[in-house]
């Protein structure tokens, strides 16, 4: 894209300002703000009144519980087994953020847990995925997704870590799409004089970034039919878990949920219910106070949060790409160009727009809330100290047997 056709293509969307600057940049610079622009959705911004949506009615969801799932995991394992062996289910692995909140500075995966030894949060997943490879005697494809921050440095440490005994040719990194920042007007960002301000598109951008990275052509090839989405936040996850991916195919829904049972109505998760008739998520800071301190019988009734851990069926993940996902306003503190000076501001300023991939679950149409127990595989580790924090996923580890 040259400057002529930028200006004309920015005119069209109001957003000619990006150019402000162009004829003080040095040739090199004025490359890299048109490559900025061509890359840019800026369809982002030009509906920010529709985004945030006005939930629908709101209701509850049942679930298949703890004892349900001991009751027949053997039926379930065994059909889970199956689509393992047949290599028609891989994983994707969302490792994008930081570890600044615990104060580490780096990608948070490489965040030590360890006590007496190093364990990163990634060496605790690796082998946590060991132990369904070691029963079902294949390894699965793994898709991870990193940012344009934290990828060099993620696929060094797997490289460096000889990608801890798991086979190289199954393990695929991806970069997360971004989209723009911009301006309570819609007007988009300069994050320098001479780059536009992006950054990542939300969790909901997972698969359309598989997809635009061109790793499709691995499912396509293998014929994975479901794909096991989690956060590299919890060191208990239990990645393609056989028997939830045998109760989500038996049960004949389009994707699946592992759930745990919150502790109180205050608990900082999502919540899986239904709305207007199909399941949805609705954030803790979403749900009605009336709603959420809800009870029947002493039990609360909206009870199911979300752990980030989803099984989708790919045919149907397709039908996401079509543009069909909102995007979602979080107001932030976001520096950028004013004036021909980058500023850092201490109040938001503006919004970053992020895709949900809770909204993915609502477009599935069905969705299995699957119960977890919570001591087994529900250590999330977000905050440094407090709920969530790393002193609690090292005691839960301890609890499940993992050596610090």
Known sequence: ???????????????THLLEYYDELSPNDRELLLKDIEITNFSAVTNLSTANAKRGKITPISAVTVNDIKRRSAQFESVGLDFLRAGKVGAVLLAGGQGSRLG???PKGKFNIGETRYLSIFEQQMANIAEVTEKS?????LFIMTSRLNNDETVGFFEENKFFGYPKDKIHFYIQDVAPTCDYNGKVFLDE?????????GNGGWYSSLVNSGLARIMERDNIEWLNVYSVD???QRICDPVFIGATILKGVRCGAKVVRKVNAEEKV??????????????????????????KKGELVY??????????NVHDLNLTLSGKLPYHLAEKAIP???????????????YKLETLVVDMVKLMGTCLAFEIEREKEFAPVKNAEGNDSVATARELLKLNGVEL
């Open 1 to 15: 894209m040259d400057y002529e056709r930028a200006k004309s293509y920015l005119e069209k969307r109001g957003q």
């Open 104 to 106: 580490f500075n780096g």
């Open 137 to 141: 005697g294949r390894h699965f494809h």
């Open 193 to 201: 004089r001479h780059r536009v301000s992006l950054a990542p598109n």
């Open 234 to 236: 919890n060191v208990l």
């Open 270 to 295: 999502g919540v899986l219910c239904n709305e207007n008739g199909k399941p949805s998520i609705i954030e803790y800071y979403e749900m009605p106070e009336n709603l959420k301190n809800k009870t």
């Open 303 to 312: 009870r199911y949060g979300v752990t980030l851990n989803y099984l989708f």
């Open 336 to 350: 950028h160009v004013e004036n021909g000076v980058r500023i850092t501001p201490q109040a938001p300023c503006g």
